[in-house]
């Protein structure tokens, strides 16, 4: 049995777009894609910061009791993404998809209300 191909970016790492011009990525455009989310430089930072305090290089997990409420939540933001997309690929990642126990919670998207701007 062929294991199905799955696309990872990871634009934090590899900002260009060479590859989604490339032939490869021409074969693999109905591919699932995962996007491995950016962190941005300030909770970077303080991760850093907390690995120097703690004298090791520490895992988001470990770190995150160290770290400021805003930074707690965009890592809490970016694990969701992240497993909300390993979630919607299961079938090409897992051999069974009904072995994914967890389900990631997902918030109802409310359709945007129309704005008059004159009524602002």
């Known amino acids: ?31 699932p894609h995962i996007q491995i989310p950016r962190i941005t430089g300030g909770t970077i930072e303080a991760l850093d910061r907390a690995s120097e305090q703690k004298r090791k290089s520490l895992t988001f997990r470990e770190a995150e009791p160290l770290l400021e409420i805003g930074s707690r939540y965009e890592l809490e933001h970016w694990r969701n993404r992240l497993f909300a997309q390993f979630e919607d690929n299961a079938e090409a990642l897992l051999p069974d998809s009904s072995l994914v126990k967890n389900k990631v919670s997902r918030a109802e998207e409310k359709p945007a209300e129309a704005v008059n701007p004159f009524d602002l």
Do not use: T, W
Not at 7 to 26: H, T
């Open 1 to 31: 049995m062929r294991c199905p191909d799955i696309v990872i970016s990871n634009p934090a790492r590899f900002p260009s777009q060479v590859f989604f011009a490339s032939k490869l990525a021409e074969r693999l455009q109905d591919s």
